[in-house]
């Protein structure tokens, strides 16, 4: 029983075997009309042979050709609305199974509440390739190919057996020649597509130029520096030098082709001739019977033709399903470490969030971020943190999100283990400016709210928290106010600078705390304020964290200083804790620091 | 969509033709033997078709005419047409790919060039541009596509003469046969027209798909979207966008299949027709057995011929559309570099003795109406460190655009040492010059390279490089990095090292410092993402060399900043606000003012007490 689970398990994994499954999923009864479509059509060409030599036989024997003008016009007329009709259903199916595709890979990808899986640098590429990028075939498009495939098999398979009925050893021979010659091309097709997907990472080295020349970011400096013909040099050079390896694989591909076309051309040229001459034998049939065999003939060469032909289509498509099985396959071991927890019981902290031992280095590197670092948080008060670049700030965010887990130690809310809680209850204990906050092209009302996102928007708590941080005049001002969308490049879109957008980040942590966050993270929250705009805030520092537990991340001693308490962390621990005014007095590093700064300004 | 693109949706004919004699050219020039190759390949397989048809009839008399040599004949031209077709189309295919890769790598290469070449940015910040320039990279696929769909359409063109050719053989009055197409034509073309309308309609919240499907998969928003819980409101969006969205659409290609069906059928009576003329000819014994059999062949052809046609054509007018916007990029660099660049420029001198001057500079960004710079007068000293300071908007940073020659002032100019900056090549002014800037690249290159790029004839030499960062006070990323300089860097590579923000800065400007001896330094906030400590090791370091340049080449370098302490560390502050120059003084000067700067002054300074 497991065994045979553990066969179509295997089964469905196969690129096209899953390809025909996600046709049929993504809609059962189309791909039951689309299957008898497909039949019907394929039936005709058998038929439609037949009715060639019944109308010729009959004119050239002067006969009535009244009867079988009338049947073959009436194959013809159904076999021109079978083709369209198998279009729209191919073309609803594909579109649904495109849809589906999507969605799962966007559902796999959030599913962990951790973010590791989103550092893994070989599952966004499968992720690409899964879009059909490399192509611009995507995955849905196999049900084209496989509808092209099934109807020139099974139409094929009908005139093979005209064939047959004629000499059964003949149709055989036709067969196996076929077979081959298909099985050719179809590994010289999969050598193709993959030797080519295979290339991706190395290409990339080649187009990350193209971006860059095409991209604004690079723009000023790639002008002062005069970077252009080096740029296209350094193209020209990694294209060319993984593409010559590409070509190479390729004509070895070639060969087994050219083997396979040879076998089917000496077996074509043969069995016209045989018919051709089998017509004069003594006991011969009437000549439309090998007018009727020649029609066969025809279609079944046509089973292994190249140009259109559907394997290519087909292997394209399924160069786009292998990634989408892998990106589920990578998802589920990602998740077997998972960030996860049951219990939901959490509320706002009433004591003190509290890092307890807590070490921690991230996976794949060798180094530890922190190595026994011992932290408490008090509940309702604020934390800064202060520390060299790189010393880890930005790292123990992560780990209060539980967007990483702690390598060894623990993290603790008012006693209870982190490790314990549900990640997804603890989120929404959280209210977060991230350094690198996002930018969504959404409603502002979106952009703001994003902790209800999805939901009705609630305007007295946008409009709140808009007046809170200055940008309400910002938001009425816009034509379509809180439904302008904050990316020109959509309908009703604006553009917001930089310090405006920094502001639409505090409001939207500040609205998922109206929305019952109790934690703020602050993670360089002023860093794109020009001096006025960073006065403003930090004069209102202690309004804006009233009651949260706060922790704050800045270079800026003016932001810093207002916090109850400030950490100092160095090496992956805590070497100094204490209000501002404390740490002064001890005189240690930060007292260093701040003076540093304070004797710059002394006048 | 709202894309404010300057490039006309429908482009005319002449722009069509444009579109495709630019990636024909470039494709020859590309790869031209194979280009040939299979322009003449698939010339040659038009021919299987007509040639398996005329077999057939040849083979069917010689059926019915019991002629033996003549049912060989026929047997051998259908085989033979079968089978060299069969290995043309083959080998086609190998070209087709080798053209499209080569084609598609010749465009990007030209692509490149245009952007990179135009010596100004305007084509990356001005709305309307950034649009057509996204778009060019989103659809370039396209272009490589030109010249195959092009060669198919000429072929297309040739298959349907020797098709007419062959049924004008059997009988003239058979010439009337294409007529019956003419609805499956006229409905192709409609089909078209309501998927390019669908399309249309339905792109906006196509395009919030994706880029909702891109934003929950990428990397970047991870942190923040699972910390505001939003996996749920996404997943319902998007797939409730894409259901509405599939609906519209499977809507109007059901209509389109429904007319495309229709349309056949009325062929239908064209191939019956045609079969029953024939049939009747044969039986009347006016003409043979094969003549029906060709006449059976052909019309099928035709039928095929007539699918193929509206899908070709369709398809090389969508690829030539994609085509039409670069060649407006190409148009757009030819202007702007004419514009630039002077034909006769002058030299610059060897050192700075007196300096750079602003004469009455104003300056408003192309396609808008306000001056962002107005009657601006400026003079930074040879030798000297200018900081600019003020609100954000204020103006500083067009200046920095103006001295580093991404835009040309509207009105008055620059002068360097009385050299009037305009008469310059922009390509040797900036040889002069180095740069930081806050918006600084993330080149995934090898370390060595990212920074190294910032004097490319010393790219390649560690030494250069490790002297650069030295002087960047940089020294300590590099030595964090697992193969120190060979390390590759960014995330994009498998092997590549990604690096926190301020770990990006200081290579960047470590990539400043690579010039020792320029004339112009430009600072443009570049230790915004560094702590007070690296910042304050920084400048007093950087102070002296600033010196030292300074008294050798009269190197001037203007540094922008938010940081008060930084700022006051310069010989001259220049504090811009809306548009003109406010203040300007030594620090001492400007607090003593007691205007804006003192004011700014304070508000950093009390954070201090």
Redesign the interface.
């Known amino acids: 029983m497991a065994g045979a689970r553990a066969f179509f398990t295997n089964l469905n994994e196969r690129p096209r075997v899953r390809a025909h499954v996600m046709a049929w999923e993504a809609n059962a009864p189309l791909a039951v009309v689309l299957v008898v479509l497909i039949v019907v059509g394929a039936a005709f060409a058998p038929l439609y042979a037949v009715l ?1 030599g019944t ?6 024997r ?2 009535s ?1 009244t009867a079988p ?1 009338i049947a ?2 009436a194959v ?2 159904v076999s ?2 079978l ?3 198998r ?2 259903v191919t ?2 199916l594909n ?2 199974v495109d ?1 589906r595709v ?2 799962e ?3 796999a ?2 599913r962990p ?1 951790g ?1 590791a899986h ?2 893994d ?2 599952l ?1 590429d499968k ?1 690409e390739l899964a879009r059909g990028i490399a192509w ?1 075939i995507t995955p849905g498009s196999t049900v084209g190919g496989l509808a092209q495939l099934w109807f020139s098999r099974l139409s094929s398979l009908g005139s093979l057996l005209l064939v047959a009925r004629f000499r059964w050893w003949l149709a055989v021979v036709l067969l196996v020649a076929n077979l081959v010659t298909l099985r050719s ?1 179809r590994k010289a097709f999969i050598n ?1 597509t993959q030797i080519y997907g295979q290339g991706t ?1 190395r290409l ?2 080649s ?22 013909p ?3 040099d350094r ?2 050079g990694a ?1 060319f030098e993984t ?1 010559r390896e590409v ?1 190479a694989e ?1 004509r070895r591909g ?1 060969l087994v ?2 083997a396979g ?1 040879l076998l ?2 000496v077996v ?2 043969s ?3 045989y ?3 089998a ?2 034998a003594a006991s011969a049939r009437p ?1 439309q019977d ?2 009727v065999i ?1 029609q066969a003939l ?1 279609s079944v ?1 046509g089973l ?4 259109g032909n559907p394997e ?1 289509i087909l292997e394209q498509g399924t160069s786009a399903i292998r990634p989408t099985i892998e990106v589920e396959r990578d998802i589920a071991t990602h998740s077997a470490s998972a960030i996860r927890g049951d219990r939901d019981d959490v509320t706002e902290p009433r004591h003190s969030i509290k890092f307890e031992n807590v070490s921690f280095g991230y996976p794949g590197r060798d180094d530890l971020v922190f190595d026994g670092l011992n932290l408490e948080l008090p509940a309702g008060h604020s934390l800064a943190i202060v ?4 010393a880890g700030k ?1 790292t123990l965010v ?1 780990l209060l ?1 539980r ?1 990483y887990d702690p390598t060894s130690g623990r993290i603790t809310v008012d006693g209870i283990p982190l490790a314990d809680v549900d ?2 209850a603890w ?2 204990q ?3 400016i ?5 930018r ?2 959404l409603t502002a009302a979106e952009n703001v709210g ?6 009705e928007p609630d305007l007295d708590a946008l409009n709140r928290v808009a007046d809170r941080v200055g940008i309400r005049p910002l938001i009425d001002g816009w034509e379509h106010g809180w439904d302008s969308v904050l990316n ?4 009703k ?1 604006v ?1 917001a ?3 405006e957008w920094q502001r639409i980040a505090l409001a ?1 942590a500040l609205f ?1 705390v109206e929305r019952g966050a109790h934690v703020l993270v602050l993670d360089e929250p002023t ?1 794109q ?7 403003e805030l ?1 004069d209102r520092f202690l309004e804006l964290t009233a009651g949260l537990t706060t922790v704050v991340i800045s ?4 932001t810093v ?1 207002r916090a109850d308490r400030i950490v100092v962390v160095e090496h992956g621990k805590v070497c100094e804790v204490g209000s501002h005014d404390e740490l002064m007095a001890a005189g240690g590093k930060y007292a260093s ?2 003076e ?3 004797a ?2 002394a ?1 | ?3 404010r693109g300057v490039v006309p949706k429908k482009p005319g004919l002449r722009a069509t033709w444009r579109s495709i004699t630019t990636a024909m050219r470039i494709g020859f020039k590309a790869t031209p033997s194979r280009m040939l190759g299979l322009s003449v390949m698939r010339g040659m ?1 038009e021919f299987s078709g007509p040639i ?1 048809a005329w077999g ?1 009839k040849v ?2 008399d ?3 005419a ?1 002629d ?1 040599a003549g ?2 004949r ?3 031209l ?3 047409a ?2 060299i077709g ?2 043309l ?2 080998t ?3 070209f087709l ?2 053209v499209r ?1 080569r084609v598609g ?1 010749a465009m ?2 030209e ?3 245009l ?3 135009v ?1 100004g ?1 305007e084509h ?2 001005r ?1 309307e541009y ?2 057509e ?2 778009l ?2 989103q659809q370039r ?1 396209q272009l490589a596509n030109i010249p195959d769909s092009t060669i198919g359409t000429a072929g297309l063109v040739l298959r349907s003469v020797t098709t007419m050719g062959l049924l004008a053989a059997i009988h003239p009055a058979l010439l009337f046969l294409p007529v019956f197409g003419i609805p499956a034509v006229v409905v192709g073309g409609v089909v078209e027209r309501r998927a390019r309308r669908a399309e249309e309609s339905v792109i ?1 919240r196509m ?3 994706y ?3 891109a ?25 409730d966008l ?2 509405e969205v ?1 609906g519209e ?2 809507t109007v ?2 209509g389109s ?2 007319l ?2 229709l349309a ?2 009325m ?2 009576l064209g ?2 027709a045609v ?2 003329f ?3 000819r ?4 006016d003409a043979t ?1 094969g003549d ?2 060709l006449a ?1 062949s052909l019309s099928q052809q035709i ?1 095929n011929q007539l699918t193929g046609a509206a899908n070709t054509v369709g398809f090389m007018m969508r690829c030539a559309r994609v085509g039409y916007r670069y060649v407006w990029l190409s148009d757009y660099a030819k202007a702007a570099k004419a514009a630039v660049i002077p034909v006769t420029p002058a030299a610059l001198p060897g050192a700075l003795r007196d300096g750079i001057v602003f004469e009455h500079v104003s300056f408003r960004y192309p396609g808008t109406d306000v001056d962002v710079l107005h009657d601006v007068n400026l003079r930074l000293r040879a030798g000297s460190t200018v900081a600019l300071v003020g ?3 204020a103006g500083k940073s067009t200046l920095i655009k103006l001295l ?1 020659r ?1 835009y040309e002032p509207t009105e008055g100019r620059i002068l360097v040492d009385g050299v009037p900056l305009s008469d310059v090549d ?2 040797e002014w ?2 002069r ?3 930081g ?1 806050q ?6 290159l090898l370390a060595q390279t990212a920074v190294g ?4 004839p010393l ?1 390649d030499d560690s030494a250069a490089v490790h002297g650069a960062l030295d002087r960047a006070s940089a020294l300590d990323v590099v030595a ?1 990095l697992p193969s120190g300089l060979d390390t590759q860097l960014g ?4 092997t ?1 090292v ?1 690096l ?4 990006w800065q200081k290579l ?1 400007l470590g ?1 400043a410092m690579m010039r020792e001896h320029p004339l112009l330094l ?1 600072l443009d906030e570049p230790t ?7 910042e ?1 090791a920084l400048f007093e370091r950087y102070a002296g060399a600033a010196r030292r340049v300074g008294t050798e080449v009269g190197a001037i370098t203007v540094l922008v900043s ?1 940081r ?3 700022v ?1 560390m310069a010989d001259h502050i220049v504090l811009v606000g809306d548009g003109v120059i406010a203040e300007e003084g030594t620090h001492a000067e400007l ?1 003593g003012l007691g205007g804006t700067y003192a004011e ?2 304070e ?3 009390r ?3």
């Not at chain 1, 994003?450 to 939901?455: H, K, R």
């Not at chain 2, 044969?282 to 014994?285: A, H, I, L």
Request: with cysteine; proline share 2%; aromatic share 12%.
């Open positions: 060639v109308v010729i036989g009959a004119a050239a002067h006969q050709v003008l073959i016009g013809y007329a021109q609305v083709g369209p009709a279009d729209a073309g609803m579109r649904r849809d999507r969605a890979m966007m559902e990808m959030l509440h973010i989103l550092e640098a070989a966004q992720l611009g091309k193709l990472e990339r080295k187009s990350y130029f193209r971006e860059v020349a095409l991209g604004a970011d690079a723009a000023k400096e790639a002008r002062v520096f005069g970077l252009g080096w740029a296209i193209f020209d294209w593409m070509w390729r070639g082709v050219s076309l089917k051309g074509t040229v069995a016209f001739l018919i051709a001459n017509a004069f000549p090998f007018v020649i025809l060469a292994s033709m190249v140009l290519l520390g060299d670049n790189g930005t992560k999100a967007l990640p997804a989120h929404r959280l209210a977060a991230f350094q690198d906050f996002g969504y092209a994003l902790s209800n996102f999805g939901d020109r490049q959509f309908d879109g553009e600078s930089g310090g939207r998922a860093a304020l020009d001096v006025r705009g960073e006065a930090y270079h800026r001693f003016s200083r620091m701040f540093l700064q304070a710059r300004f006048s | 969509m709202t894309t397989t398996q057939v083979l069917t010689g059926f019915f019991h033996h049912a060989i026929g047997a051998l259908v085989a033979g079968l089978v069969d290995a189309s083959w086609q295919i190998s790919m080798s890769e790598q990007d290469r692509l490149i060039g952007a990179m070449d010596p940015i990356y910040e709305p950034q649009d320039l996204q060019l990279r696929g906006e395009r919030s798909y880029w909702l499907y934003t929950a998969t990428e990397r970047e928003h991870g942190k923040e979207l699972r910390v505001f819980s939003t996996r749920d409101g996404m997943l319902r969006r998007h797939n894409s259901a599939t659409i499977t290609n059901n299949e429904l495309t069906g056949w059928l062929f239908t191939f019956v079969t029953a024939v049939a009747v044969v039986k009347n014994g057995p029906l059999a059976l039928n609100d954000n908007g580093c991404f922009p390509a900036r040889l010059m180095a740069a800037f918006d600084f690249a993330r080149f995934e790029v910032g004097d490319l790219v964090d995330r994009s590579f498998a590549g990604e926190s923000g301020g770990q960047a990539r430009v915004s993402s560094l702590d007070p400590q690296t304050h938010h008060f302490s930084t006051r607090v700014l002054y508000l950093q300074a954070a201090y007490r």
